[in-house]
Nanobody, 125 residues
C-alpha cells in the first residue's frame, strides 16, 4: 500500500523558513518523480515543485522560484521542501504526491495518483 506522510509544517513569521518532509513507503521510491502541491484557504490545488526520480532535475512554480528548494533522499525514501523567505500568501496545506508511472517526469497535477494527508503551513505575524 502506497503511503505518503508529510511533516514539518507550522506557524512561521513572514521572512522565516520551514523544511517539510514526506516519508514514502509501499512503492519503489527511487523510481518515481515526486511533487509538492499546496491548497490555500478557499482556493484550488496549486502545483509547487517537482523532482525526477534521481533528483537531478527539478521544476518550480513561478510563485516560489528562488525561495523554495525541493530535494530527495532515495536511501531514506524521503522527499523534502526547504521553504525560505516565506510570505503570507504561502499559507496553505502542503501535500506531497507520487507520479503515476515510474521513470517519467511531469508537472501536471493529473499525472500524480497518490497524495499524502497534508501538513499545514501558516505564515503570519
Amino acid at each position: 500500500e502506497v503511503q505518503l506522510v508529510e511533516s514539518g509544517g507550522g506557524l512561521v513569521l513572514p521572512g522565516g523558513s520551514l523544511r517539510l518532509s514526506c516519508a514514502a513507503s509501499g512503492f519503489t521510491f527511487s523510481s518515481y518523480a515526486m511533487s509538492w502541491v499546496r491548497q490555500a484557504p478557499g482556493k484550488g490545488l496549486e502545483w509547487v515543485s517537482a523532482i525526477n526520480s534521481g533528483g537531478g532535475r527539478t521544476s518550480y512554480a513561478d510563485s516560489v522560484k528562488g525561495r523554495f528548494t525541493i530535494s530527495r533522499d532515495n536511501a531514506k525514501n524521503t522527499l523534502y521542501l526547504q521553504m525560505d523567505s516565506l510570505k503570507p500568501e504561502d499559507t496553505a496545506v502542503y501535500y506531497c504526491a507520487k507520479y503515476r508511472r515510474p521513470g517519467i517526469y511531469g508537472t501536471t497535477l493529473d499525472e500524480y495518483n497518490y497524495w499524502g494527508q497534508g501538513t499545514q503551513v501558516t505564515v503570519s505575524s
